[in-house]
């Protein structure tokens, strides 16, 4: 364990001011020693990967590793990401975005990445709450909690991503939290191995807009919330419906190798590549056979271009 | 994960860069770290007890602490930086 | 011998794909829209076709300009087409471009507005939309065309700036220019100039990606080159990380300024037709252009001495040949498909020199050559 934190330091842009503008206690932090953990251990090199992030605390992350880096405009990381992935799919593009940027403002580019099955690995943040603009409630925020613009409870339902990525066609889809990074670790290394959309969902703690409205004492509460209430994805299928109540499931929910879009991408051009070269080849069969043909006829000029033209393509 | 034994682990913090969110002190399951009152960060008390688990240093959100082995040596064998791709 | 150039009869959507295809393009996104949905059928057509290159329809405008950024940056030449309403859609993210530098063409076939509107009319009311719309000062090239053959032309050009300037572009295309079947030429690859982006040719650790020089415009790394660029929309240093110190923000945004503004000359054009000795000027862009063509034709047959600008760019404001124009004129007339967007520039530049009038026309129709002869003899 001696190199984990000597390997995070490798992968830090140096000439960024830390520790980072994150508040005391958040999980993002966690997340993003994960994130170059796992980068590390996929064995892949800094330059060809392209970490994407959208707007709001998660937003900051991007800034901080030493990666092909994008912070992007609200919500549309999964777009940019998209474009990328298709332009050149030797990259491998990490899209990390908070709850507010993948689920209500870009709620429609997240069902439609996984759907497309872009080659992407995106990883949401989830701290139920808009936290960079002061802790205001987001579409994940429980009901019945919280926050400064729900000051009475929220009255709304809150999504649940696993079964929305479930529902949306991701190839694969994980959840894990803050308190678990060895697991997170675990996850990411198995989505940066997967081909097609990868989607992880990743509770992070934010004790500073969130904890506060919500009588959680401090950050470390939170994390204690986390330990108490998670449990494995296995298990939790095999427990009794009525004590399902309030235990939050997390591990690997879906892992399939379904052909990402770049890759039917790249059949569909090779079949067309293929089709125009035989359509070529059939081209100039056609044109060599009347030539032999039309030996007998007096139209010698012709013939001798059409050989010299054949002589010229051959050249 | 070397060594699980007690009393073969260092465990040092940046000071600067610790934010004091008392993660490490709360969940050390040895209780190797203790909060500062006065300087509002963690501080190691009970190294002798670390017994190289890693949860600190996986879950330090401010990558402040590094634990490793006592007797460093410093040969490139225990250097990430040579592992890592450029 | 003289070699004859390649003849197409077709529409002036598909004119726009010819001249993308010339230019290099070899990544488009898209969402179909009327009147502009032609161009994404047959970008969808050619571009599996050609030599690495890809076409992708996404799920709204806003995702199809945030995938040609993203294909932007990954170094290859992009393009999405749209019309109104999606346009409006893409604003925040032409600011984006704008902010990152991101060379990229986006054609905006005008339809009849506000809102829905108008889908298969004619109209120009984008024009101060596609100069103003992302928030935030910001320069920006915007582009016309009035024929099927200047459709291909402007798309080449298009690029050209895009990529010489670091900048989007935007090509105003209206309703009736994008719907005309006529008749237009490929040109031979010797006459006419494809531009790309300069790249760095320092190695990475010397390399400070949006740093000033002579030019202005930085040369611009593609994803994965080992440059490791951050990429952001706050207003970055010349490291590309973001700051708050005001004067690294000052430098930062008249830059941005600097590099469309120093080449003026280049970038303004402008086709004039009969100016010479012209008592009258029409000013026009679009479709409109060609009503005015003839009805300068026509005006002089009658003896009213007409002339025609006819603005190839419509902003930066070809402001100096529109001051030469009024110096020399008793009036200029600017007949638009609005209720005067680009006759406000001309009354700006204008400044009491002369005389402006301008025919507004905002019912789907076009701005008959009739019309324009109308009031050409009534001044």
């Known amino acids: 364990m001696s190199e984990v934190t000597q390997l995070i330091h490798h992968y830090l842009r140096h000439n960024k001011k830390f520790p980072h503008m994150l508040c005391a206690g958040c999980g993002h932090g966690i997340l993003l020693g994960s994130l170059i953990r796992s980068v590390h251990n996929a064995g892949l090199s800094k330059d060809e990967v392209v970490v994407i992030s959208g707007i709001g605390c998660s937003g900051r992350l991007a800034v901080y590793v030493d990666f092909n880096t994008i912070h992007t405009t609200h919500g549309r990381a999964l777009t940019f990401a998209t474009g990328i992935k298709m332009a050149n799919p030797e990259l491998v593009v990490i899209v990390l975005m908070g709850d507010g940027d993948a689920l209500s403002i870009g709620g429609n580019h997240l069902i439609h990445a996984a759907r497309r099955n872009i080659g992407v690995n995106a990883i949401i943040l989830n701290n139920e709450i808009y936290g960079m603009t002061g802790g205001q409630c987001s579409s994940t925020t429980p009901q019945d909690c919280f926050s400064m613009t729900t000051p009475f409870g929220q009255l709304e339902k809150s999504f649940d991503i696993v079964d929305m990525a479930l529902a949306s066609g991701a190839n694969f889809v994980a959840r894990t939290t803050a308190f678990h990074a060895q697991l997170t670790d675990e996850v990411i290394g198995q989505a940066l191995a997967n081909p097609g959309f990868n989607l992880i969902e990743f509770f992070s703690p934010c004790h500073t807009q969130y904890g506060r409205k919500n009588k959680y004492k401090n950050a470390i509460a939170m994390y204690q919330d986390l330990k108490s209430k998670t449990m494995d994805v296995d298990k939790y299928k095999a427990l009794e419906e009525s004590k399902r109540e309030g235990v939050m499931p997390i591990g690997v929910f879906l892992k399939r190798d379904d052909p990402a879009l770049e890759t039917r991408y790249a059949g569909v051009r090779a079949k067309l590549q293929e089709a125009k070269q035989k359509k070529a080849e059939a081209a100039k069969a056609a044109q060599a056979k009347p030539a032999k043909a039309k030996e007998p006829k007096p139209d010698k000029g012709a013939k001798g271009k059409e050989t010299k033209q054949d002589k010229g393509d051959k050249a | ?86 | 011998m003289k070699k004859k150039r390649t003849q197409l009869f077709a529409l002036g959507n598909e004119a726009v794909v010819e001249g993308a295809l010339l230019a290099g393009c070899t990544f488009f996104a898209g969402y179909p829209i009327t009147p502009s949905s032609e161009i994404m059928e047959v970008m969808a057509q050619r571009l599996p076709m050609e030599e690495d290159s890809v076409f992708i329809q996404m799920e709204d405008e806003i995702a199809s300009m945030g995938a040609i950024i993203g294909a932007s940056l990954a170094g290859r030449k992009v393009m999405t087409a749209t019309s109104g309403p999606g346009f409006s859609l893409m604003q925040e993210l032409i600011g984006y471009g704008c902010m990152v530098e991101a060379p990229m063409v986006i054609v905006n076939v005008m339809r009849g507005g506000p809102s829905t509107g108008l889908p298969t009319s004619p109209a120009q009311g984008d024009v101060q939309m596609a100069r103003w719309g992302t928030h935030g000062d910001h320069p920006i090239i915007v582009l016309s065309a009035s024929t099927v053959q200047q459709c291909l032309d402007m798309t080449i050009t298009a690029f050209n700036f895009a990529e010489k300037y670091r900048t989007p572009v935007i090509l105003l295309l209206d309703e009736v220019t994008a719907h005309t079947r006529e008749r237009f030429e490929l040109p031979f690859a010797e006459e006419y100039e494809v531009f790309s982006r300069i790249t760095p040719s320092v190695p990475p650790e010397w390399f400070h990606p949006f740093q000033d020089s002579l030019r202005g415009v930085p040369p611009m790394p593609p994803l994965g080159a080992g440059y490791r660029v951050h990429v952001t929309g706050l207003t970055h240093d010349e490291m590309g990380f973001p700051t708050q110190r005001p004067e690294e923000i000052e430098e930062a945004i008249s830059r941005l300024f600097r590099k469309i503004d120093q080449f003026y000359p280049d970038i303004m054009m402008v086709e004039e037709y009969k100016t010479e000795d012209a008592e009258v000027a029409v000013i026009a862009y679009g479709s409109v252009a060609r009503s005015a063509h003839h009805a300068v034709d026509r005006a002089r047959e009658e003896g009213v001495k007409a002339g025609l600008l006819e603005l190839k760019t419509l902003f930066p404001f070809p402001r100096p040949q529109v001051v030469k124009l009024a110096r020399r004129c008793k009036c200029l007339l600017v007949p638009e498909m609005n209720m005067g967007q680009m006759s406000r520039e001309v009354k700006r530049v204008n400044n009491g020199i002369t005389r402006v009038r301008t025919i507004n026309r905002v019912d789907g129709r076009i701005i008959t050559p009739t019309q324009i002869l109308k009031n050409l003899t009534q001044i």
């Open chain 2, 1 to 86: 994960m070397a060594a699980t034994k007690k009393g073969l682990t260092t465990v040092a913090i940046y000071p600067d860069w610790c934010k004091g969110c008392g993660l490490c002190a709360a969940f050390c399951p040895k209780k190797v770290f203790e909060m500062d009152p006065v300087a509002g960060k963690a501080r190691v008390v009970n190294e002798e007890e670390c017994v190289n688990c890693g949860f600190c240093e996986l879950h330090c959100p401010d990558f402040a602490i590094v634990l490793s082995p006592k007797n460093t040596d410093t040969d490139s064998s225990n250097n990430p930086t040579a592992k890592a791709k450029p």
